[in-house]
Structures are given as structure tokens and as C-alpha cells.
């Protein structure tokens, strides 16, 4: 089970990497690695991607891994957000 500075820690660099692709013009619900690792599967961004993926020289392919993250990230928000009680109210 990581610790509660561990997982702090991730949550701010994947913060700062979405922060950083939102400025570049990408989504901001990816992080960067997951928008080269799309890029990568469309026949793009392939010095990019090797640039991160070298950055993550221990994981084997971290783009990638990016892209089922951000994925599953983001579905465990629209869940939470699902099944929360709120109510919903029109704009005004």
C-alpha cells in the first residue's frame, strides 16, 4: 500500500503533467505521456514518446501504461460522480 506523501507526491506530477499538455493544446483530462502515446498509435509524435518514455527508463512501456491510466482515472471520477446523491439544479 503506498504512503500518504507517495501517493501526494503522484498526485501533483500527474497534476503538473496534465497542466503542462493543457498548455501545449491537449486535453486536459490526459496526462502528457497518455496524448504521446495516442499520438504514437496515429503514426505521431514518435520522438516524443521516446523522449518520455526514456524519462521512465524503468517501465517498459510507459506511454503506453499512461493511457490505461488516464483511462481508468478518469472513469473512477465519472463513477464518483455518478454515484454521488447530489442533486442536479438548471443553470440560472
Known amino acids: 500500500m ?8 503522484n498526485n501533483v506530477l500527474i497534476a ?9 493544446g491537449g486535453n486536459p ?3 502528457l505521456s497518455a ?7 496515429k503514426g505521431q509524435w514518435a520522438l516524443q514518446r521516446r523522449l518520455i518514455n526514456g524519462l521512465f527508463w ?8 499512461a493511457i490505461r491510466w488516464d483511462t481508468d482515472r478518469n472513469l473512477q471520477a465519472i463513477k464518483a460522480v455518478e454515484g454521488s446523491n447530489t442533486t442536479k439544479t438548471e443553470p440560472l
Open 2 to 9: 503506498p504512503s500518504p506523501l507517495r501517493n501526494y507526491s
Open 16 to 24: 503538473i503533467s496534465r497542466l503542462l499538455n493543457a498548455i501545449l
Open 29 to 31: 483530462s490526459l496526462t
Open 35 to 41: 496524448r504521446a502515446g495516442l499520438h504514437y498509435r
Open 58 to 65: 524503468l517501465q517498459q512501456d510507459h506511454c503506453e501504461l
